[in-house]
T-cell receptor, first 108, second 114 residues
Framework: RKEVEQDPGPFNVPEGATVAFNCTYS??????FFWYRQDCRKEPKLLMS???SGNEDGRFTAQLNRASQYISLLIRDSKLSDSATYLC?????????FGPGTRLSVLP | GAGVSQSPSNKVTEKGKDVELRCDPI?????LYWYRQSLGQGLEFLIY????????KSGLPSDRFSAERTGGSVSTLTIQRTQQEDSAVYLC????????????FGEGSRLTVL
């Protein structure tokens, strides 16, 4: 089993749609969780950290379920500019493990 | 500089040659990470440094790969006797401390082994 697994994708959605990404991790000792965004042929950039109580940043909502070792990202009112690959990231001690990513295409 | 700087941005080499990739992290960041990403694939961890020491080098794929960091700053990833399967984008990232904070990535070094 991979340490971090994500929905295989790709997700093709119309503008304005709500889309949810799922991520599971295997290391129950992990303490830090993140969603990164990677545009085509670019480096990954932090989208948001994920906190135990759940957190929201504009159209983006992240949630963490420690018992199920599950992380989610919800994007509301999707924009063309949201098209990218979304990477789930979990710490492993002092290291970070990246999921394989889920590609999103928002269509006009 | 303001961000993580990597060089070269592109490197084409012949099979069997050695290559060196350089990463200059954000000033003051003590942790430095190397990943590689093959076309259409996820990020594969290679090695990370806390200061000048490498607590975890478990991701280095073979003994042809080595890395060092000097002065708690610049890091060099060296690949000896390159093979075609080494072709990938090599990404460097730094963070204020290891394990908990945001990773800031460089733009990567794209390596092509012919």
């Amino acid at each position: 089993r991979k340490e971090v697994e994500q929905d295989p994708g790709p997700f093709n959605v119309p503008e304005g749609a709500t889309v949810a990404f799922n991520c599971t991790y295997s290391n129950s000792a992990s303490q830090s969780f993140f969603w990164y965004r990677q545009d085509c042929r670019k480096e990954p950039k932090l989208l948001m950290s994920v906190y135990s109580s759940g957190n929201e940043d504009g159209r983006f909502t992240a949630q963490l379920n420690r018992a199920s070792q599950y992380i989610s990202l919800l994007i509301r009112d999707s924009k063309l500019s949201d098209s990218a690959t979304y990477l789930c990231v979990v710490n492993k001690g002092q290291n970070f493990v990246f999921g394989p990513g889920t590609r999103l295409s928002v269509l006009p | 500089g303001a961000g993580v700087s990597q060089s070269p941005s592109n490197k084409v080499t012949e099979k069997g040659k050695d290559v060196e990739l350089r990463c200059d992290p954000i000033s003051g960041h003590t942790a430095l990470y190397w990943y590689r990403q093959s076309l259409g694939q996820g990020l594969e961890f290679l090695i990370y440094f806390q200061g000048n020491s490498a607590p975890d080098k478990s991701g280095l794929p073979s003994d042809r790969f080595s890395a060092e960091r000097t002065g708690g700053s610049v890091s060099t990833l060296t690949i000896q006797r390159t093979q075609q399967e080494d072709s990938a984008v090599y990404l460097c990232a730094s963070s204020l401390g290891a394990g908990g904070g945001e990773l800031f990535f460089g733009e990567g070094s794209r390596l092509t082994v012919l």
